[in-house]
C-alpha cells in the first residue's frame, strides 16, 4: 500500500484547503482511511476518518463542522478538506490506512502511512 499526501501550503486564519491523498498498491475495499496530525512539538493525532465502502466518516473534536473527508473510490482518491482553519490547526498532515478497526485506537488499526504535507496557517 502507498498513500500519497498533498495539498498543503500556507493559509491565512480563516481560510481554507483541501489536502488529498492518493492510495495505490491494491484494491481498498473495507478499508478505512484516516487523516492524522502533528504539530510541532506535540504528539500525532487522530483527526478523522472515512469508510472506503460506505463514506461513513468520524471525527475528532477539535475538527468537528470544519473539516469534511470524502474519498472518491474510481480514483483511489481520500480528501481532507479544510475550512475556518485556526492557527492551531497548524501540522504536518498525514493520511493512513486501516484493514479493519479491531482495536478502536487508531494507532494500533492504521498500519499504513504517507508521508505528510505541511499546513501552515497563519493568524
Known amino acids: 500500500v502507498q498513500l500519497q499526501a498533498s495539498g498543503g501550503g500556507l493559509v491565512q486564519a480563516g481560510g481554507s484547503l483541501r489536502l488529498s491523498c492518493a492510495a495505490s498498491?491494491?484494491?481498498?475495499?473495507?478499508?478505512?482511511m484516516g487523516w492524522f496530525r502533528q504539530a510541532p512539538g506535540k504528539e500525532r493525532e487522530w483527526v478523522g476518518q472515512?469508510?472506503?465502502?460506505?463514506?461513513?466518516?468520524l471525527y475528532a473534536d477539535s475538527v468537528k463542522g470544519r473539516f469534511t473527508i470524502s474519498r472518491e473510490r474510481a480514483k483511489n482518491m481520500v480528501y481532507l478538506q479544510m475550512t475556518s482553519l485556526k492557527f492551531e490547526d497548524t501540522a504536518v498532515y498525514y493520511c493512513?490506512?486501516?484493514?479493519?478497526?479491531?482495536?478502536?485506537?487508531?494507532?494500533?488499526?492504521?498500519?499504513?502511512w504517507g508521508q505528510g504535507t505541511l499546513v501552515t496557517v497563519s493568524s
Open positions: 472515512i469508510t472506503w465502502n460506505m463514506g461513513t466518516t
Open positions: 498498491g491494491r484494491t481498498f475495499t473495507n478499508f478505512v
Open positions: 493512513a490506512a486501516a484493514r479493519a478497526i479491531r482495536y478502536n485506537d487508531p494507532f494500533k488499526d492504521f498500519i499504513y
